[in-house]
């Protein structure tokens, strides 16, 4: 994409209200793998992650792909301890909670990478999880501490996802429980069909 994965994260955004103006860029290399991450959060509710291998779309994710996920979850939890903003009580926020409306792009750049799945569009390679995982950590934990107003707004809109995702399953709970209470209401004897 022309402009890098920077550009195309804000194209992805570009209807959306985002809830911090620049993309969030990570770049480094490891043990031989190149590692680009370009991430934004926006008002919604979807999450929308591209990773890509050697300039090929993994369509359906793999090792840099979970890499990520793992990292951004552990950083945002260890952040939000960190700071104080939760409670010594309050549960971690979940991978769900801290991907809402987020929009990244992780590609990476490995020399030797093995595709899994029917369509090859999975990759398989272990190395490229512990690589990407350490390498966006290392720079978002600092990005994150550099960069307090941002992260606070990162924090609450996990934050406001847990509440939501509590919420729902709270309703589902007394809706069900609701229903086996009418059931069990239904009169003694029932009249055969004719």
Not at 173 to 181: D, F, G
Request: with cysteine; hydrophobic share 35%.
């Amino acid at each position: 994409y022309e402009g890098g994965i920077r550009s195309y994260v804000r194209h992805l955004n570009r209807t959306r209200e985002v809830l911090h103006e620049e993309p969030i860029y990570i770049a480094g290399e490891r043990d031989g793998i190149a590692v680009e991450i370009a991430l934004q959060y926006n008002d919604g509710y979807t999450s929308n992650i591209y990773s890509f291998v050697n300039n090929i779309h993994t369509h359906e994710g793999g090792t840099h792909e979970s890499g990520f996920k793992m990292a951004l979850t552990r950083i945002i939890n260890d952040y939000a301890r960190k700071q104080q903003i939760f409670k010594e009580n309050d549960a971690n926020l979940t991978g769900e909670d801290v991907r809402e409306g987020l929009t990244a792009i992780v590609s990476i750049k490995h020399p030797s990478p093995q595709f899994e799945g029917q369509t090859k569009t999975k990759l398989g390679n272990s190395d490229a999880r512990t690589v990407t995982d350490a390498v966006f950590s290392e720079q978002f934990e600092m990005f994150l501490l550099e960069n307090p107003t941002i992260a606070r707004k990162i924090v609450e809109k996990g934050m406001m996802a847990a509440r939501a995702r509590l919420a729902a399953k709270k309703a589902r709970e007394l809706t069900r429980r609701k229903s086996a209470l009418d059931i069990s209401n239904l009169p003694g004897k029932l009249a055969d069909c004719s």
